[in-house]
C-alpha cells in the first residue's frame, strides 16, 4: 500500500487572523469551527491517480488542535469514481498509514461521510472555496509593500519545510453543518492556503 499526494491545503475558520494553530496555538475562541479542503494537483493512492480532485471536511476542534478529539464530516469531490472514492477515504481515514495517518488520529468521532460538489478555487490565497450545501467562503490574501501575497514560511501546520502558506482574509465566511454541530456566518476573519506533500 502506497500514496504520494501533492497540492494545496485550504484552511477556513472562525479564528481571527492569523489563526493561531499554524504557530501551534490555542484557536481564538477557546475552540475551532473550521473548513478544511485539500486540492491534489499531483496524486496516486496504490497506483490509482486522484489528481484534480478534492477532500475536504468540516470539523469541530474543542481546544488545541494537535491536542485532537476533532469531530469531523468527511467530504469527498463528487467527480471521484468508486475506486477513487474508497482510495481517499483509506488514506484520510488513516488506513494507509503514514503522515495523513497522523493527521487522521486527531480526529475524535467522524460523524458522516459522504460526495459532495466542491469548488477550490484559490491560488495564492484568493478564490472561493465551496463544499456541497454546509460551506462558502471567499478570500483575499494580505499583501506586502510591493502587492506580493504575504505569506508565513515554516509554520508547524506547512508539510512541505519551506514552502509558502499564504495568510488571508475571508471577506465571508457560511459554514452551517448540524452534524457536526457548527453554525458560522462570519465576516473578515481567518483563511490560510498552503501547500502538502504526503508520501508513504
Known sequence: M??????????????????????????DNGTCQSALAYHFDRGTIDGLDVSGLTFAV??????????????????????ATPEQ???LLGVFTGKQGGPVADLAALVGE?????????VFAVHEGKGTLRIGDTTEATME???????????????IYS???????????????????????????L??????QGQFAFEA
Open 58 to 79: 468540516n470539523v469541530f476542534i474543542p481546544g488545541n488542535p494537535l491536542e485532537g478529539n476533532w469531530r469531523a464530516h468527511l467530504y469527498v469531490d463528487e467527480r
Open 187 to 192: 465576516r473578515d476573519h481567518n483563511a490560510i
Open 85 to 87: 472514492e474508497a482510495a
Open 159 to 185: 508539510t512541505i519545510p519551506g514552502s509558502p502558506a499564504y495568510v488571508a482574509k475571508a471577506s465571508t465566511f457560511r459554514m452551517k453543518n448540524q452534524a457536526v454541530g457548527v453554525d458560522v456566518d
Open 2 to 27: 502506497a500514496y504520494k499526494l501533492e497540492g494545496s491545503i485550504l484552511e477556513v475558520c472562525d479564528c481571527n487572523v492569523l489563526c493561531p494553530c499554524w504557530v501551534g496555538e490555542k484557536p
Open 110 to 118: 467522524v460523524v458522516k461521510v459522504e460526495r459532495a460538489p466542491i
Open 141 to 155: 490574501p494580505y499583501r506586502g509593500p510591493g502587492g506580493k501575497p504575504t505569506t508565513l514560511v515554516d509554520s
